[in-house]
């Protein structure tokens, strides 16, 4: 079991210049905004569950550019119909990351029922062109050296990760309209 | 109007990227536009699917389109409030109106939602213009620059018979 700040922080050193990377509400966009804040990354401040569609409407409106979505077992569940959707439209450029700890760990670590389901499982049935799970650190280094090459469709790393949460991490600071204004550059933006 | 002239008015204003959930009210309209080279559709599985997909339109300098019909509102509250509205994202809802005129007109799951659409979207700060077919490009221009003006969604009401 990894810890999910050391996850996203690992995540966050492999991510490219040109890379987009969607973060989902909670203590994930905080962690993401703390460890390493760059105008390609939108927070998803709130909305929970949209980020994989967001995802998915950047990632086929941007082929030239590799799309990141980090989020939760809860995020995920949330939004369970969008997965077959991303696997069947097979954009080449999404990776789709769900950094799971089981819990609803934002509002007082209530578990989920991914403890019970397995993410990876429903992300191979739905036909995604790469899954894998990983639960250390070795795995999940692996899983993004891999996801450097181009294959044929999305892909879907589950991330069993540990609830550790960060005592006083800061709200992402930008404002709303902030966040969308420097992320839009970004995805216009050739390199 | 006919399906190929309601797409040409959208597709002259910039809406060839679309994500959405079928509504009758559209009838050979889908079929239309899903044969449409020049238009790129998304079959979402739910309506703030197609609402996350179809705002990534608006990074890349254009507007992305969401059909649905009326009941799917209720499935973009939460989206329209925390996303749209909040970073101010447009884009274009074109919305099949079931129920339209309450009861004994459509089926009843229609009849609340029918009556409530437009109050719905005006409360919720989302303008909206209803189709009317021998007005539709004034009409829509209207609405599209409110939607430009303030940076927020706009909704695009169609009632049943209004294409065929």
């Known amino acids: 079991m990894i810890d999910r700040y050391i996850a996203i922080q690992a995540i966050m050193q492999r991510v490219e210049s040109n890379d987009l990377v969607l973060s989902t509400t909670g203590m994930i966009s905080r962690e993401v905004f703390v460890t390493h804040d760059r105008p390609a990354n939108f927070y998803m401040i709130g909305s929970m569950g949209l980020l994989s569609s967001f995802g998915l409407g950047l990632a086929l409106q941007s082929p030239g550019k590799r799309v990141f979505v980090l989020e939760g077992d809860g995020s995920a569940l949330m939004s369970l119909g969008a997965m077959p959707l991303i696997a069947t439209e097979r954009p080449n450029n999404l990776v789709h990351i769900i950094l799971d700890n089981e819990a609803y760990e934002s509002t007082g670590s209530q578990p989920s029922i991914s403890s019970k389901v397995d993410l990876a499982e429903i992300g191979k049935s739905c036909g995604y062109a790469y899954v894998a799970r990983v639960e250390d650190m070795e795995g999940l280094e692996g899983v993004l050296e891999d996801a450097r090459t181009t294959i044929s469709g999305p892909r879907l790393i589950l991330v069993k990760v540990g609830i550790a949460p960060i005592k006083d991490i800061p709200r992402v600071s930008h404002a709303p309209t902030e966040i969308r204004d420097r992320f839009k550059a970004r995805v216009q933006s050739a390199s | 109007m006919d399906s190929?002239?309601?797409?040409?008015?959208?597709?002259?204003?910039?809406?060839?990227?679309?994500?959405?959930?079928?509504?009758?009210?559209?009838?050979?309209?889908?079929?239309?536009?899903?044969?449409?080279?020049?238009?790129?559709?998304?079959?979402?599985?739910?309506?703030?699917?197609?609402?996350?997909?179809?705002?990534?339109?608006?990074?890349?300098?254009?507007?992305?389109?969401?059909?649905m019909q009326n009941s799917g509102i209720g499935n973009i509250v939460n989206p329209l409030t925390s996303f749209s509205l909040m970073y101010k994202i447009p884009v274009l809802l074109i919305v099949g109106w079931r129920g339209f005129g309450g009861p004994p007109n459509d089926a009843p799951e229609h009849w609340i939602m029918g009556v409530k659409t437009p109050e719905i979207l005006d409360l919720l700060g989302v303008p909206s213009v209803v189709m009317e077919p021998e007005s539709l490009e004034s009409d829509l221009d209207r609405l599209l620059a409110k939607i430009k003006q303030d940076s927020v969604p706009g909704a695009l009401l169609v009632r049943s018979g209004m294409i065929s």
Do not use: H, Q
């Not at chain 2, 079929?31 to 608006?58: C, F, H, K, Q, W």
């Open chain 2, 4 to 67: 190929k002239a309601f797409w040409e008015i959208l597709k002259s204003r910039g809406i060839t990227f679309v994500a959405g959930v079928p509504d009758s009210t559209f009838g050979d309209a889908y079929n239309y536009m899903v044969d449409d080279p020049e238009i790129t559709y998304v079959p979402a599985v739910r309506e703030d699917v197609a609402l996350g997909i179809a705002s990534a339109a608006y990074f890349s300098g254009g507007l992305g389109g969401v059909m």
